[in-house]
């Protein structure tokens, strides 16, 4: 089951990034996380009610509310940095920069989880999604915003936090039912991203959001609360060097979108590098 989980959080991932780029067109990255997280929040707690497990928020040990907490902020500046590279560059090229949080996600969870099951085949997985990261980053062909080639800092730096998301995620939903830990993780990301709204003065613009692509950030929005619901219910059950690198294959539903819709094509060379990375999860994912 927690594999069927890391599977469905890949393909609402997948979809939560084309709907996020049609969402952030004209209106402010970091107001569009602001929204889109009311959003996920909403969502997450209506899931918290219906499975019945809001009695259990007085349950908790203060180590659990700690991590959680920890993992929601980095969530929080995750998702800012991400935003806002997809705000700068092709969806083509942010997506698999973010993908890279496998890496060190995996190295980590071997090291502080000890889970060394096949750790062969886990290593080579991982070599082969670092290479074809590597590959699918083609700088010259990136389209970017005018004045504004910072992206792979900003995507770099959401795939840290994403990774560092991953491993507190796990020690603090150790005991707590999954959509709670996702529904408290998410008020936190809700507090940092409006207190970076309202500390950059961007409030303001909240009135001139375009319609449609407010409409576009609440079905991200949506999109990303049933990932998240699906994730930790996996992080939860399963293995976390498995169930991550199940999750970032979202990038093969990303750039079949991206086609689709955005009519960005990969070269010859990110798609070796996509190939790789896909086997190198399928790898993962069947010697578990």
Known sequence: MWIIMAVLSAVFAGITTILAKCGINNTDSDIATAVRTIVVLAFSWLMVFIVGSAHTITELDPRSILFLILSGAATGLSWICYFKALSMADVNKVVPVDKSSTILTVLLAIMLFGETHNLGIKLVGTALIAVGVFMMIEKKDVTVTENKKGWLIYAGGAAVFAALTSILAKVGITGVESNLGTAIRTGVVLVLAWVIVFGKGKHKQIGSIDKRELVFICLSGIATGASWLCYYYAIQNGVVSVV??????????????????LKEKLTKKSAAGLALMSIGTLAMTVFV
């Open 244 to 261: 991550v690198p199940i999750d970032k294959m979202s990038i093969l539903i990303t750039v079949a979108f991206s086609y689709i819709f």
